[in-house]
């Protein structure tokens, strides 16, 4: 079992950085793959970015590519996301996940533990 809560989300001018951090409880927490989601109203949720358990990968949405770094440490059991040259179109509520397995993925069906969510909003 993996417990996730997220926290960082907040409103931010467009240009601006935010920087999502995830705190997970449970044994398994350095052997699991790591992503970030996020959902807009009205839109389903989409992939953001992904971690493998070591770190020593990770992989981006195209539409963060560049401006969206994601990053773990192990030893306090904490994945973040830093969020740059954000847009209004970042806006969403952005969810943490944890994989049952050491590598990651974009595809939100493969994600066990799911945080709460923490909103982001991005203005003009």
């Known amino acids: 079992q993996v417990q996730l809560v997220e926290s960082g989300g907040g409103l931010v001018q467009a240009g601006g950085s935010l920087r999502l951090s995830c705190a997970a409880a449970g044994r398994t927490f350095s052997w699991s793959a790591m992503g970030w989601f996020r959902q807009a109203p009205g839109k389903e949720r989409e992939f953001v970015a992904t971690?493998?358990?070591?770190?020593?990968?990770?992989f981006y949405a195209d539409s963060v590519k560049g401006r969206f770094t994601i990053s773990r440490d192990n030893a306090k059991n904490t994945v973040n996301l830093q969020m740059n040259s954000l847009k209004p179109e970042d806006t969403a509520v952005y969810y943490c996940?944890?994989?049952?397995?050491?590598?990651?993925?974009?595809?939100?069906?493969?994600?066990?533990?799911w945080g709460q969510g923490t909103q982001v909003t991005v203005s003009s």
């Open positions: 971690i493998a358990y070591s770190g020593g990968s990770t």
């Open positions: 996940a944890a994989r049952g397995s050491r590598w990651p993925s974009r595809w939100d069906y493969e994600y066990d533990y």
